[in-house]
């Protein structure tokens, strides 16, 4: 069964596993003393001691159920001493009866490990001692202390042995816990996101967002920031001119999580729960008007609890194509690759043994196709190990990009790269590297050009990629091809537009705007003007 659809099964519980076992425990030494009792036909003159034991047994474990003694260190202890004095003074110490003395030893040491059984053994001696001299002389077992010592003895070494295995068992659990934290988590994330229709898009809840908190604020532009693993804002989106000290209001109310509002500038900190991932910074159209920023802060939390839980599963579904991109890179390295070089060896060989100058011909093509797909996979597996941004930028892993074809190639480059204002976040420079990988990759696949040109301006939100070739041109979408579609696919997730058509002069030229900073106006509330500043 599908997981929208549930599961069939789900694994017990450790704790529900446990006690069932502290169950089966109990459950089977009563058994055992039942049937020992009518094997010497004493069943009769015991049954007043069966009764409590069995009343005592369903009462110890109606309690280890309830979350208020589960920990108690007093359970097993008073559990061992009131099980004594049952058989001793109620039973009169009836040899059938003494197996049940060690049975709460072995539960404390299931529960609570070596510590508890050993002192639950102790008062379970204890009180059995206190007991032993109560039963009136005469009767029966009252004179043979040697069974009671006998199963006192084998329940202390039982409950270590059972203080052993719930070592071992908590080690496991231990080591297992943070897989079966992140799993159930993760599991939790999937239904809600395929059985109830949870947004989880980063771009729509930034706009809401925003749209939101400028009505609220009466604001006529606003920025949107999320804190990287250093603490450090990172643009995420724009509405409007980005101001000069929009970096640093953000800053400051991430750090404090205080909401500010200081003359026109409305800064909130973003939170879920206690814990602070971004802030929101809003200019007022009215500097005269005033804003109780506590309040709109509490007003946008329930929207900044689902934009957090859009980032985490953001960052979770990178991580997730990260690990993949680097296993299909290890796989193409290691086996496409290697075979593909041993297959150029051998249209080597055949170009030399060629007998004829129509097979020289026929086996030199050969050579040449293989060698052209031996680039091509190295170009591919490189692209798949350098799919991070890094610390420099998307203009630094652009550029690298473009190095790594031309040396290849033997292109002619012309580079042009500008960056102002703070960095996009990871999620929209990566975004931002993938398109400019994929239009540098068409004109080193397919091109046959001699020069390429790439450039890049970006201000904040905005920026303006520019790749241009001077080969075949006549760039459009072929069946089986996904290269195009999938570029513009990532433009609009940056709330931008991209173009494909003939350079001027011959060749193609592909054009990224994500308009922003250079817009002269936009409408407070309009949606598609937010889009775009994404």
Not at 184 to 193: A, F, N, P
Not at 284 to 310: F, I, M
Request: charged residues 25%.
């Amino acid at each position: 069964m599908s997981r929208s659809g549930g599961r069939v099964a789900r694994a017990t519980a450790p704790e529900t596993e446990a006690r069932r076992l502290r169950v089966l425990v109990r459950v089977c030494a009563l058994a055992l003393v039942v049937g020992q009792l009518l094997t010497e036909g004493v069943l009769l003159s015991s049954l007043d001691a069966l009764v409590t034991l069995v009343a005592l047994a369903v009462t110890v474990s109606v309690l280890d159920r309830s979350p208020r003694t589960l920990g108690s260190s007093w359970h097993g202890p008073l559990d061992g001493a009131v099980t004594s004095v049952v058989v001793l003074l109620v039973g009169h110490g009836a040899e059938p009866l003494l197996v049940v003395v060690g049975v709460p030893v072995v539960l404390a040491g299931l529960r609570r490990g070596s510590l508890s059984a050993v002192l639950t053994w102790a008062c379970a001696v204890t009180a059995g001692a206190a007991a032993y001299l109560a039963v009136p002389t005469g009767v029966a077992g009252a004179g043979e202390p040697g069974p009671l010592v006998l199963w006192t003895v084998v329940g202390l070494g039982a409950g270590l042995l059972a203080a052993g295995r719930t070592r071992t068992r908590r080690a496991v659990l231990d080591s297992r816990a943070p897989h079966a934290a992140a799993h159930q988590l993760v599991e939790q994330l999937h239904g809600l996101v395929h059985e109830r229709g949870l947004d989880v898009d980063v771009d729509v809840l930034a706009r809401e967002l925003q749209v939101t908190a400028r009505d609220l604020v009466g604001a006529d532009r606003s920025s949107l920031w999320v804190l990287d693993d250093q603490g450090t804002p990172r643009l995420l989106s724009s509405c409007g001119r980005l101001g000069e000290s929009d970096e640093a209001q953000a800053r400051l109310a991430a750090g404090s999580a205080r909401a500010r509002s200081v003359d026109s500038l409305v800064s909130l900190p973003l939170s879920a729960g206690e814990v602070v991932f971004g802030a929101l910074v809003l200019e007022r159209a009215d500097r005269a008007a005033r804003t109780d920023a506590d309040d709109v802060r509490e007003q946008l939390g329930s929207l900044a609890l689902r934009l957090d839980t859009a980032l985490l599963a953001g960052s979770i579904r990178s991580g997730a194509t990260h690990a993949e991109r680097q296993r299909l890179a290890r796989e193409m390295h290691d086996g496409l690759a290697q075979r593909t070089v041993a297959i150029a060896y051998l249209a080597e060989e055949l170009v030399d043994l060629a007998d004829s100058a129509e097979l020289a011909r026929t086996a030199g093509e050969l050579r040449d196709e293989v060698a052209h797909l031996t680039r091509e996979m190295r170009s591919c597996v490189l692209d798949l190990h350098h799919d991070l941004v890094g610390e420099a930028g998307v203009a630094d892993a652009i550029a690298g990009c473009v190095r790594r074809i031309a040396a290849r190639r033997g292109l002619r480059v012309h580079v042009l790269l500008e960056e102002t204002g703070p960095r996009l976040a990871p999620e929209l420079e990566l975004q931002v590297l993938r398109i400019a990988q994929e239009a540098v990759a068409n004109v080193d696949r397919h091109a046959c050009a001699s020069t390429l040109w790439l450039t890049l301006r970006r201000h904040g939100c905005s920026l303006r990629l520019d790749v241009e070739d001077d080969g075949v041109g006549g760039a459009k979408p072929r069946p089986g091809h996904l290269g195009l579609e999938s570029m513009r696919q990532r433009a609009r997730q940056l709330g931008g537009d991209l173009t494909v058509g003939e350079r001027p002069g011959g060749g193609t030229s592909v054009v990224l705007v994500t308009p922003g900073d250079h817009r002269e106006t936009i409408n407070k509330g309009d949606d598609r003007a937010c889009a775009a500043d994404r």
